[in-house]
Structures are given as structure tokens and as C-alpha cells.
């Protein structure tokens, strides 16, 4: 299990991160969530061992990691890290640089491997491709096929699909997740898509002012948010009698005391986020059908 016990970090003066403490067992998924410059990709370096801890402790098992003033070199077996800026070699092909932490002792068990990793990251047709000539997306598949590629018990992800098409994103997320679970690899994952989360975070915590804001399972941290800023990772919310109301639990009916005009409606797919005006307020609901602007509408809170 990983353990962080009271962690303190600032890269200067003014601290990043104050007393984070939390564990992750293995082969958990944790996502830490946060806005951007929040300290998610810091913390994710200082759990690999990139800087040194001004206070606190990590633990894997009964390893600390401990950061430069005690290694020479940063990292350690147990643990891969994805950069946000992923560094690949640009001038080998998609496939050698997947294979750059496997043992070349093992010609076939390489091959094996390395067509397992394309296979999920679906860059099987890439394989000999210069890794230049990749798009951005591409690329990142690649960082990540790499870092799988040795079996880590813990991987670090940082926002490992932030530059995946839409096309793409859904199945390779579901690819890599079911990967690191039957495997039982341990994943840290900052993100700031609540799509990277739901359905596949065990734990979640939100980062903000520099300490643990909420820490706890999506589910629960959605079905009672105790905070605005983590009901707005979820989505569209209303403030009504100081209590936090998603979009989706407000409900047009016949009539209420809660009378809202509409301003405008933005067309979702499956249903329609409906912007209104409610005694001078801006509130959000979704509705099934398009509603004309200026119209009148009742609403009624679920819960
Ligand atoms: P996030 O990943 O959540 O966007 P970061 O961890 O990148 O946030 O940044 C957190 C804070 O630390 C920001 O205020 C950022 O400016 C600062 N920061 C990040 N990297 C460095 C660095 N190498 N030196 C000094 N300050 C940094
Ligand atoms: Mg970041």
C-alpha cells in the first residue's frame, strides 16, 4: 500500500501542498482532482521522488521514497510516471520506444509485450512509425504504452488522455483501466475530466488552497458534495436555499413557488441545459425539450 502521512511541499517559499495525508491499497485507483494549478501534477512528482519533502513521509510497502538528496537517481522499479509532458525519443519508432525498459535478453517476451501494449493503446498499425512524425494524442499513447510496459505495481498518470480526440478517449480509457485492474497495478491519475473518475476512481481527492478539500469515493462525493467546487467537477449546480442542486435535480412541473424565465437553452445530446433567471439568480436546469426564451417555467427540486 502507498502511504503519505502528513505531507508538506513548496518549491520556494510559498508551500504547494500542506499536510496531505491519505493511503491507497494496491492495485486502487485514485484520481485527484483539481483546478489547474492546484498542485496535481507537484504532488504526483513528489510522490515519484522527483523533489524533496519539506516535512512528511511516503511510504510503498515498507519503502520510503524519498526524493534527491537521497538518490541519485530519481525513481524507483516499483513506479512509472507519465508527464503531462510526455518525453519519448522522436527519432525510433513507436515501438522501440515502447520496448525501451524491456530486456532485450528476451526477444520473444519483448515482441509479445510490445504487441500487447499497442493492442491497447491501439497503435498497432503505428508500430514502426517514426515517433516525430505522431500527432499529440499519438504521443501520449505512446508515454503510456511505455510505462505499462514493465509492469509497475504503481503508476502515476498525469492527465494521461488530455490530448485524446473524442473518437478515441471512451474506449482507450476503459482499455487502460481494465488493463491496471486486472493486473492489479496500483494508479494515481491527476485530472481535471470528471469522465477520467466516473466509473473508474476508487478514491477521490480534490485539491484546492493547497490541502485535501474532499477525499472520498466519487459516488459519495457526488451524492453529497460539501463544497461548490466539488459539486462543479460533476457538473452544471444551483445554489438554492443554501443547499447545492445539480441541473439535473430540477424538474419543470405544472406549477411551484420556484418560478423561473428562461434565458436560454444549449442543446446536450440526450436533453437540453436549460439557463433561467429565478428571482434575479442564474439557475440551470435540464429539460427533455427545447424551451423558448422568455417563457415561464415551474420548477421543482428532487432529491
Ligand atoms: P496543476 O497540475 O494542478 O495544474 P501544478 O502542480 O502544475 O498544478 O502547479 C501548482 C503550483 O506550483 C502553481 O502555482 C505553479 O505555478 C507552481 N509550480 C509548478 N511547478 C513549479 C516549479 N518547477 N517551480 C516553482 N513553482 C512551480
Ligand atoms: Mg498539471
Given at each position: 500500500?502507498?502511504?503519505v502521512?502528513?505531507?508538506?511541499?513548496?518549491?520556494?517559499?510559498?508551500p504547494?501542498?500542506?499536510?496531505?495525508?491519505?493511503?491507497?491499497?494496491?492495485?486502487?485507483?485514485?484520481?485527484?482532482?483539481?483546478?489547474?494549478?492546484?498542485?496535481k501534477?507537484t504532488?504526483l512528482?513528489?510522490?515519484?521522488?522527483?523533489?524533496?519533502?519539506?516535512?512528511?513521509?511516503?511510504?510503498?510497502?515498507?519503502i520510503?521514497?524519498l526524493?534527491?538528496?537521497?538518490?541519485?537517481?530519481?525513481?524507483?522499479?516499483?513506479?512509472?510516471?507519465?508527464?503531462?509532458?510526455?518525453?519519448?525519443?522522436?527519432?525510433?519508432?513507436?515501438?522501440e520506444?515502447?520496448?525501451?525498459?524491456?530486456?532485450?535478453?528476451?526477444?520473444?517476451?519483448?515482441?509479445?509485450?510490445?504487441?500487447?501494449?499497442?493492442?491497447?493503446?491501439?497503435?498497432?498499425?503505428?508500430?514502426?512509425?517514426?515517433?516525430?512524425?505522431?500527432?499529440?494524442?499519438?504521443?501520449?499513447?505512446?508515454?503510456l504504452?511505455?510505462?505499462?510496459?514493465?509492469?509497475?505495481?504503481?503508476?502515476?498518470?498525469?492527465?494521461?488522455?488530455?490530448?485524446?480526440?473524442?473518437?478515441?478517449?471512451?474506449?482507450?480509457?476503459?482499455?487502460?483501466?481494465?488493463?491496471?485492474?486486472?493486473?492489479?497495478?496500483?494508479?494515481?491519475?491527476?485530472?481535471?475530466?470528471?469522465?477520467?473518475?466516473l466509473?473508474?476512481?476508487?478514491?477521490?481527492?480534490?485539491?484546492?488552497?493547497?490541502?485535501i478539500?474532499?477525499?472520498?469515493?466519487?459516488?459519495?462525493?457526488?451524492?453529497?458534495?460539501?463544497?461548490?467546487?466539488?459539486?462543479?467537477?460533476?457538473?452544471?449546480?444551483?445554489?438554492?436555499?443554501?443547499?447545492?442542486?445539480?441541473?439535473n435535480?430540477?424538474?419543470?412541473?405544472?406549477?411551484?413557488?420556484?418560478?423561473a424565465?428562461?434565458?436560454?437553452?444549449?442543446?446536450?445530446?440526450?436533453y437540453?441545459?436549460?439557463?433561467?433567471?429565478?428571482?434575479?439568480?442564474?439557475v440551470?436546469?435540464?429539460?427533455?425539450?427545447?424551451?423558448?426564451?422568455?417563457r415561464?417555467?415551474?420548477?421543482?427540486?428532487?432529491?
Amino acid at each position: 500500500m502507498l502511504n503519505v502521512k502528513d505531507l508538506n511541499f513548496s518549491y520556494k517559499k510559498t508551500p504547494i501542498l500542506k499536510d496531505l495525508s491519505f493511503k491507497v491499497e494496491q492495485g486502487e485507483n485514485l484520481a485527484i482532482i483539481g483546478e489547474s494549478g492546484s498542485g496535481k501534477s507537484t504532488l504526483l512528482k513528489v510522490l515519484y521522488g522527483e523533489y524533496d519533502l519539506n516535512f512528511g513521509n511516503i511510504h510503498w510497502k515498507d519503502i520510503e521514497v524519498l526524493g534527491p538528496k537521497h538518490n541519485l537517481v530519481v525513481g524507483y522499479q516499483f513506479m512509472k510516471y507519465v508527464a503531462q509532458e510526455f518525453d519519448l525519443m522522436p527519432f525510433i519508432s513507436v515501438e522501440e520506444n515502447i520496448g525501451t525498459f524491456l530486456s532485450n535478453f528476451f526477444p520473444k517476451e519483448k515482441k509479445e509485450r510490445t504487441a500487447e501494449l499497442l493492442d491497447i493503446v491501439e497503435l498497432t498499425s503505428f508500430a514502426q512509425t517514426k515517433v516525430k512524425t505522431l500527432s499529440g494524442g499519438q504521443k501520449q499513447r505512446v508515454a503510456l504504452a511505455r510505462a505499462l510496459a514493465k509492469q509497475p505495481e504503481i503508476i502515476l498518470l498525469d492527465e494521461p488522455f488530455s490530448h485524446i480526440d473524442n473518437f478515441k478517449k471512451q474506449a482507450l480509457r476503459r482499455n487502460v483501466f481494465k488493463y491496471l485492474k486486472e493486473r492489479n497495478v496500483t494508479c494515481i491519475l491527476a485530472t481535471h475530466d470528471k469522465d477520467d473518475v466516473l466509473g473508474f476512481a476508487d478514491q477521490m481527492i480534490l485539491l484546492n488552497n493547497n490541502i485535501i478539500e474532499a477525499y472520498d469515493t466519487p459516488e459519495a462525493l457526488y451524492k453529497n458534495p460539501k463544497t461548490p467546487l466539488v459539486a462543479s467537477f460533476f457538473g452544471e449546480f444551483n445554489i438554492i436555499n443554501d443547499k447545492i442542486i445539480y441541473a439535473n435535480q430540477l424538474k419543470v412541473i405544472e406549477i411551484s413557488e420556484l418560478k423561473a424565465t428562461v434565458i436560454t437553452s444549449y442543446f446536450k445530446g440526450n436533453y437540453y441545459l436549460v439557463e433561467a433567471d429565478l428571482d434575479g439568480e442564474r439557475v440551470f436546469f435540464e429539460s427533455t425539450n427545447q424551451i423558448k426564451e422568455s417563457r415561464a417555467v415551474f420548477l421543482e427540486i428532487l432529491l
